[in-house]
């Protein structure tokens, strides 16, 4: 049973560029979380997504958008990167298994640097 | 508003040694908790996670954690760590209900001395 998956695994941009990151969740969820994990840091709750739906956001700007498709997989855009947006971008899965009810999985993360 | 304190930045015990890595929290309401750990340059992997019951709950690699309503904690603990348990650790706290996001503490770096 494959777990999350996470593409790419790294990615440099420069200032002012968008990006693009993909999220496979863990087969039986449809549940998707994105967060943000600065260096040195916890992990930061951005939005998740539900049936194709943005159901919570967190404290962050409109330049970060995402989208969920009909098979649960989902991406996570962010325009005009500033060199703040540098961190690794992990994806969570989640869904009503029987035994782990409602738990995040997290995928291995993709490391953006902006510079 | 809630949030999640780990006390201790960086730990390092000897090998063979216990542990303990503290974590409180501040919730509404009858919270979720979870202890998540991360070697460097991974994602996060499930240690244990309380939603209700028995308040000490057993997790994966020996890792047990005890649940204290009167002092708002969850604290981490190994009888024995291992040189492999070196990673950072992170303790959340999520809603009780589907699938709610997660509130993450800042983290400890647990370091073994051989």
């Known amino acids: 049973d494959a777990g999350v998956t996470q593409s790419p695994t790294h990615l440099i941009k420069t200032r002012g560029q968008q990006v693009t990151l993909r999220c496979s969740p863990k087969?039986?969820?449809?549940?998707v979380s994105w967060y943000q994990q600065a260096l040195g840091q916890g992990p930061q709750f951005i939005f998740q997504?539900?049936?194709?739906?943005?159901?919570q956001r967190g404290n962050f700007p409109d330049r970060f958008s995402g989208h969920q498709f009909p098979n649960y997989s989902s991406e996570l855009n962010v325009n005009a990167l500033l060199l703040g947006d540098s961190a690794l971008y992990l994806c969570?899965?989640?869904?009503?298994?029987?035994?782990?009810?409602?738990?995040?999985?997290f995928g291995p993360g993709t490391r953006l640097t902006v510079l | 508003a809630q949030s999640v304190t780990q006390p201790d930045i960086h730990i390092t015990v000897s090998e063979g040694a216990s542990l303990e890595l503290r974590c409180n929290y501040s919730?509404?309401?009858?919270?979720?908790l979870f202890w998540y750990v991360q070697s460097p340059g991974q994602g996060l992997q499930l240690l244990l996670k309380?939603?209700?019951?028995?308040?000490l709950v057993q997790g994966i690699k020996g890792f047990e954690a005890e649940f204290k309503r009167s002092q708002s904690s969850f604290n981490l603990r190994k009888p024995s760590v291992h040189w492999s348990d070196a990673a950072e650790y992170f303790c959340?706290?999520?809603?009780?209900?589907?699938?709610?996001?997660?509130?993450f503490g800042s983290g400890t770096r647990l370091s073994i001395r051989p």
């Open positions: 309380y939603f209700s019951g028995d308040t």
């Open positions: 087969s039986g969820h449809d549940t």
């Open positions: 959340a706290v999520g809603a009780r209900r589907s699938a709610s996001k997660i509130i």
């Open positions: 997504y539900y049936e194709e739906e943005e159901r």
């Open positions: 969570a899965s989640s869904g009503r298994d029987r035994e782990y009810l409602d738990t995040q999985y």
């Open positions: 919730y509404g309401a009858t919270p979720y």
